[in-house]
């Protein structure tokens, strides 16, 4: 245990038992209970040195995440996680097209070269209204069009609000990508290219990896690091924290510095979702590009 | 217009690829026997969890043209205090693809631990092709961070530290009070960042009234201090019963358009399958009728 | 009398070997079906990568092939079905020709489909794990009903031909007496047979019609059920029929002319059959035309944002050439030769049909692909090839490889069976006989 070389980093937070309020020692087991009541004692017990400098037994279930995390049944990942509804706030203000969000996303998911899950567009509503950036992915639709059409439940919607693709099941018709108004899916034109490590790894949908040659691939929201509690890797990666990730019934999102109450946040920043007149009901909120960071600067100069 | 890459230039550019990577490590080969190796630094952090467990997080990374870059599997070995002796090994690790790499801290390293408030964490690096060994040191004092309520929604926290042999209040420390959420801490109230008083308390009002709780309303609420230069990551929680009920009405097995396959609605199964039988069932009636003209020829 | 008019009438239309033209003719199209298939060969080897699709035009000449190989699919519907149920008998020595087309025509489109995905090796997956949500399963069940109807409507006719072919075992050989016999030697021309077979022919009549309606409106749905500018209509189906009804009788006339020619049929194929089947060419691309117009004029008033640039392009920008050209040797052109009486000749007819066939097969690549390229969010951030469509030689020579394949089916059929039905000819000719003499 303690010579893990897990990649996961650990949250031990959830560990203690409730009522204890101090460090004083506590010398019963109090790792029994957890808060998060999705958790279940495993029974596989764990020696650790406590702060006290005593040595205690942890049910491995309780570290959070468990240091190897159990791998996943399709099934599991085609159902999603319980008691979640993911969403995303991106902050168009403080968007300077760094492009840390993207080249974290392809490195992650290895993507092909010519790929990219993540765009940042340069976007002006009219010839008179100011330009801005606009980081676009999935948005994660709750009436999703692309699963609509999809001829072989090869992409989902799930309990927890994200819309994955499995590539192991997809028979590359496309339909789903004529269907998406946000031309948020790609399709794998060729193999993604990966070394033979990531190539060898078994598929998982809800990790993406590898991209299968013949199959549409997207944005998926990053459930593997939800689940271990941590931030979708474009958020994870943007330097000026324009985005911010959370759990609708949490009703809290967080760019890993700054944490707010969703619903106050989307009130008086006063969020908006793309294209809400076709009815989709995305995931994602933007809050408007006003009182902007940075100047607009696009060196391509070329806006389509 | 044209395809990524045509089949003949693809193979042409793996060739190309293997000289690049043969001819680049050619010289790195060489000058890694001569001259000096690339510089990896080793970040340490130590984090105290609700004063019950703690552990180390590892951090491997290199510069290179002027920025750090995440260096991956390099193997750590961990000791306790200074002395990097076999004696104070506590474990070793590898960092993972992000050059993180993580240590609970074992029972082996209670003899060490019990001894001192002032304690070091060393990691060592074993060398490899590409780096020197190289040594990631943090020396932090032994702390607790205390977490209560008051009537009234009052959150109370209350930082002390190991001084001697004395648990002595902390003046000076920042800390955030918040509800723990997915990936983050949402803060009590509007202030982001909390500062501890003379008798290391610090005291926060409660403001996110029907904030959605578990399906009790329970809440959890941690103080933490970050990354301070003493007493390195303090957290601590409490969980209180001010939140609103979560309650949560899923669509998911709802049959729509959109749902997964055998949920699609009602109508839409009637139709289809109305539809379906009515012309298969002409069909076959006609199938039928083949077979029936070939009984009427066989007599 | 009669018998011997009787023994004419067979002979002129028993199936015949190929001649000169006919083995040049096969083997020119042997050879760009295997072309066709070395290309698709390529294609599974290394990918899709090898074609001219990316992200923003993901579908390309594929999908436009399929949606024209389902379009003239329908011919076989209008010809055998509408017009034998409105009593009108001139059409009965097209009957053949048209269910023919129509059961290559959609064989073809259910490859063609197969040839466009990712990953054709999963195609079990649509039966394995089939969605009834998705315009895509609605259109595998209705192509296949389309298919075995068709097939159907192709074999009850045939059964007292095959009676007749049966008889003439030396001339025949030996397979494909064993296949005659096989597929019809229960046939004895007993009353009771006949009745049986009228009526199957009847409901199978009807039943086409709103089958062949599905598939057509169905594949149309494949497009009209997503958001984008173009494809964004609820006139789609209707719009995509009488296509389909235009480019099929087109198809139709060509076939006529070559057979006619060809097999020295110009009694049973006969300018009056030129003459009605332009008239119907024309009521159908004056029906079409009136739907473009509606298809097109309608948003260009409007003008909305998303639909200007893909309006545009057709209108005046880099899609014109192809738009105009469509729209004029598809409906136009042959419009103006067919409302003429002498246009109505058979080289004539011919050169129309043909105009109908190629303008229509380019009117369904703008139907798909110019749609592709004009998406709600600007086409950004992706290599320059990403932006532009032209399809690589493996699309074409796949795609050229499939029409050749449609005619090989056709033409192997003429081969193998008289492509103007005999008996009901004979009926034809007695009962007009039987006329005159009253």
């Known amino acids: 245990m303690s010579q893990n070389n897990s990649r996961r980093d650990f949250l031990l937070s959830g560990l203690v038992a409730s009522g204890v309020v101090t460090g004083c020692a506590t010398k019963s087991n109090v790792f029994e209970q957890s808060f998060d009541e999705q958790v279940k004692p495993s029974g596989k017990m764990v020696k650790l040195l406590s702060v006290d400098g005593e040595v205690i037994e942890v049910d491995e279930a309780y570290l959070k995440p468990i240091p190897e995390m159990p791998t996943i049944t399709n099934e599991e990942e085609r159902i999603g996680i319980p008691g979640r509804k993911f969403v995303m706030v991106i902050d168009l203000s403080r968007c300077k097209s760094l492009k840390k969000c993207q080249a974290a996303c392809d490195y992650a998911h290895h993507l092909h070269p010519d790929i990219n899950w993540l765009k940042i567009y340069p976007m002006q509503d009219a010839e008179q209204t100011a330009p801005y950036w606009q980081p676009t992915n999935c948005m994660h639709c709750d009436e999703p069009p692309c699963v609509k059409v999809c001829p072989v439940d090869a992409t989902f919607k799930r309990q927890d609000g994200i819309v994955l693709i499995d590539s192991e099941r997809c028979v590359g018709c496309r339909f789903c990508m004529a269907a998406c108004p946000y031309s948020s899916r790609i399709f794998n034109w060729e193999a993604p290219g990966v070394s033979g490590k990531i190539a060898s790894v078994p598929y998982s949908c809800e990790k993406s990896i590898p991209q299968l040659k013949g199959t549409v691939g997207k944005c998926d929201f990053c459930p593997d690091r939800a689940r271990e509690n941590k931030l979708p890797h474009c958020a994870e990666a943007c330097p000026n924290g324009v985005f911010f990730f959370g759990d609708l019934l949490e009703d809290s999102v967080t760019n890993g510095t700054e944490t707010y109450r969703f619903s106050e946040l989307i009130k008086d920043k006063s969020g908006y979702r793309l294209m809400e007149d076709l009815g989709t009901k995305p995931s994602v909120y933007y809050l408007p590009p006003v009182n902007r960071n940075f100047p607009f600067e696009n060196k391509d100069a070329v806006v389509a | 217009m044209k395809p990524l890459l045509k089949p003949k230039a693809m193979k042409m550019k793996h060739i190309y690829k293997n000289l690049i990577i043969i001819l680049g490590f050619l010289p790195i080969a060489l000058m890694a026997q001569k001259t000096e190796k690339e510089n990896l630094v080793v970040g340490v952090r130590y984090f105290n969890n609700n004063n019950k467990t703690h552990h180390l997080v590892f951090k491997t990374k290199s510069k290179v043209n002027g920025k750090f870059k995440n260096i991956p599997d390099i193997q750590l070995a961990v000791y306790i205090t200074s002395d990097a002796t076999k004696a104070n090994l506590i474990g070793t690790i590898t960092t993972n693809d992000v050059g993180d790499a993580v240590l609970l801290i074992p029972p082996a390293a209670k003899t060490e631990w019990v001894k001192s408030p002032n304690q070091t964490f060393v990691a060592v690096s074993t060398a490899t092709k590409q780096f020197d060994e190289s040594r990631g040191e943090l020396a932090i004092t032994k702390a607790k961070l205390q977490i209560d309520t008051v009537e009234g929604k009052i959150v109370n926290a209350k930082l002390v530290a190991l001084i001697d042999t004395v648990w002595t209040a902390i003046a000076d420390v920042e800390m955030q009070l918040g509800v723990k959420r997915l990936d983050g801490v949402l803060s009590v109230n509007e202030t982001p960042t909390f500062t501890t008083d003379s008798a290391g308390g610090t005291t926060a009002e409660f403001k996110r009234d029907s904030l959605p709780g578990d399906s009790k309303g329970n809440l959890v609420l941690v103080a933490s201090v970050l990354d301070n230069e003493v007493y390195g990551n303090l957290t601590a929680e409490l969980s209180v019963p001010w939140g609103s009920k979560f309650s949560h009405i899923s669509n998911f097995d709802h049959r729509t358009l959109f749902a997964r396959r055998g949920h699609s609605p009602i109508w839409l199964e009637l139709l289809a399958y109305s539809i379906v039988v009515a012309v298969w069932g002409i069909i076959i009636f006609l199938i039928l009728q083949i077979r029936k003209i070939k009984q009427l020829g066989a007599v | ?438």
């Not at chain 3, 489909?113 to 990953?119: A, C, E, F, P, W």
């Open chain 3, 1 to 438: 009398m009669e018998n011997l008019a009787k023994q004419k009438i067979i002979e002129d239309l028993l199936p015949q070997k190929f001649g000169k033209q006919g083995t040049i003719w096969v083997i020119g199209l042997l050879v760009l079906c295997s072309i066709g298939f070395y290309a698709y060969c390529r294609q599974l080897y290394y990918g899709l990568a090898v074609t001219g699709m990316r992200d923003y035009a993901s579908w390309g000449i594929y999908i436009s092939n399929f949606v024209f190989f389902v379009a003239i699919s329908l011919v076989g519907s209008l010809i055998t079905a509408v017009l034998r149920l409105s009593d009108v008998h001139w059409s009965t020595p097209l009957t053949r020709i048209a269910e023919i087309i129509a059961v290559s025509a959609i064989t073809f489109a259910s490859l063609i489909i197969i040839v466009d995905m990712g990953r054709p090796e999963r195609f079990y997956n649509l039966f394995l794990y089939g969605r009834l949500q998705s315009p895509i399963i609605w259109d595998v069940i209705v192509i296949s009903t389309y298919f075995i109807i068709s097939l159907l409507l192709l074999y009850f006719p045939l059964l007292p031909d095959l009676k007749i072919m049966i008889g003439f075992k030396e001339r025949n050989g030996k397979w494909l007496q064993k296949l005659y016999v096989f597929l019809g030697s229960f046939w004895k021309n007993t009353p009771a047979q006949f009745k049986i077979t009228d009526k199957a022919i009847n409901i199978l009549a009807i039943t086409i019609i709103p089958v062949a309606f599905s598939i057509h409106t169905v594949t149309s749905w494949l497009f009209a059920t997503t958001y984008r500018p173009g494809w964004d209509s609820t006139n789609f189906g209707a719009y995509f029929i009488s296509g389909a009804f235009l480019v099929g009788s087109g198809g139709v006339l060509i076939a006529m002319y070559v057979f006619r020619t060809h097999y020295k049929l110009e009694k049973y194929i006969t300018d009056m059959h030129f003459d009605r089947m332009g008239k119907v060419v024309v009521l159908l691309a004056l029906l079409y035309l009136y739907f473009n117009v509606n298809e097109f004029l309608v948003p260009a008033f409007k003008m909305k944002k998303s639909e200007e640039h893909h309006l545009l392009g057709l209108f005046t920008g880099e899609y014109a050439p192809i738009f105009w050209f469509a729209i004029s040797t598809a409906m136009i052109i042959p419009i103006l030769i067919l409302i003429f009486k002498k246009g109505r000749k058979p080289k004539a007819a011919f050169v129309a049909g043909i105009l109908v066939v190629v303008g229509s097969w380019f009117k369904r690549y703008l139907i798909v692909t110019p749609t592709l390229l004009h998406p709600f969010l600007p086409m950004y951030d992706v290599p320059a090839s990403y932006k532009h469509y032209f399809p690589t030689w493996e699309e074409w020579a796949i795609a050229i490889g499939s029409l050749a394949g449609a005619l090989l089916v056709i033409t192997f059929f003429a081969r193998i069976f008289p492509i103007v039905p005999i008996h009901e000819t004979i009926i034809e000719t007695e009962s007009n006989e039987n006329e005159t003499h009253l």
